[in-house]
């Protein structure tokens, strides 16, 4: 027979906040909601490998958080292969999750994309989680379990404008999401995901203009748009034994936004 803990106990609920002694995978680590997510971490006392496709970016944010920095290319087998190896032999027992930022939209409506660009989207949703959750997800399985968590988005949960391509592909990542937490439970690896809206990222600032940002706050329930430490504090609480019973999950992150109906504003008659 199982055997649960007395339901009178008490937990030190704030000590299932700290990751003291346990190592975590960040791929994607380099900036905006990687680069909390490596602070939010480590603030924990986890150590942290940084993982980025660029060197200047993992170095960076490997020396502010006292880090591990890997270069590599998070779509390539080979190097993701490098990348867990590394995680494994820098933590050993320690590794304890794995936790994966990458997906970058590609904007623009159904007709006008080629076929490059429907496959290219996909691999830079899809493909680096698949390999996370294969290799990382073995290599926690291996220790006794651990944590995973994906960055998915509000686009593969309700359509929004010239994004149907990412969001179907994030709709499949948060199915694998799900399947991959049914797969790997009985081998104690959590596996959950966070789907923001919008986020004041350095690349989304790039791209977007003040008035885009503004209407979009018009239009949430908190009257505000996300920023990078506000995917990165969900994130540390999945990755935490806060979360300890919770798997298979997409907790949506945009203020309310997709629980509001399109409809016109309802005014009085007269």
């Not at 924990?44 to 170095?59: H, K, T």
């Not at 291996?142 to 990412?166: C, N, P, T």
């Not at 694998?176 to 919008?198: D, I, K, T, W, Y």
Request: charged residues 20%; glycine residues 10%.
């Amino acid at each position: 027979m199982t055997q649960y803990p007395d339901s009178k106990a008490v937990p030190e609920y704030t000590k299932l906040l700290r990751l003291d002694g346990r190592g975590y995978l960040v791929l994607g680590a380099g900036d905006g909601i990687g680069r909390q997510t490596c602070h939010a971490l480590a603030q924990s006392g986890a150590q942290v490998l940084c993982v980025d496709r660029e060197e200047a970016l993992a170095q960076n944010v490997a020396s502010e958080v006292s880090g591990i920095p890997v270069v590599a290319d998070v779509t390539s087998r080979e190097d993701m292969q490098r990348v867990v190896e590394s995680a494994t032999s820098s933590f050993g027992k320690r590794f304890a999750g794995v936790i994966d930022i990458v997906g970058i939209a590609s904007i623009g409506e159904l007709n006008a994309m080629d076929d490059q660009a429907w496959d290219s989207q996909f691999d830079l949703v899809l493909r680096h989680a698949w390999l996370a959750i294969q290799l990382g997800g073995a290599a926690l399985a291996e220790r006794g379990g651990g944590s995973m968590v994906f960055v998915g988005s509000i686009s593969g949960l309700v359509s929004v404008a010239k994004q149907a391509a990412y969001g179907a592909a994030k709709a499949a990542l948060h199915h694998l999401v799900r399947c991959a937490a049914h797969e790997l439970g009985s081998r104690g690896v959590r596996v959950n995901a966070v789907a923001p809206g919008f986020v004041r990222t350095p690349r989304l600032l790039s791209r977007l203009s003040e008035n885009f940002w503004d209407q979009v706050s018009q239009s949430n329930p908190l009257g505000r748009v996300a920023i990078p430490a506000d995917v990165a504090s969900a994130i540390l609480y999945l990755a935490s034994d806060l979360s300890g019973y919770v798997t298979a999950n997409v907790l949506t992150l945009d203020g309310g936004t997709h629980a509001i109906a399109a409809l016109p504003e309802i005014r009085p008659a007269g």
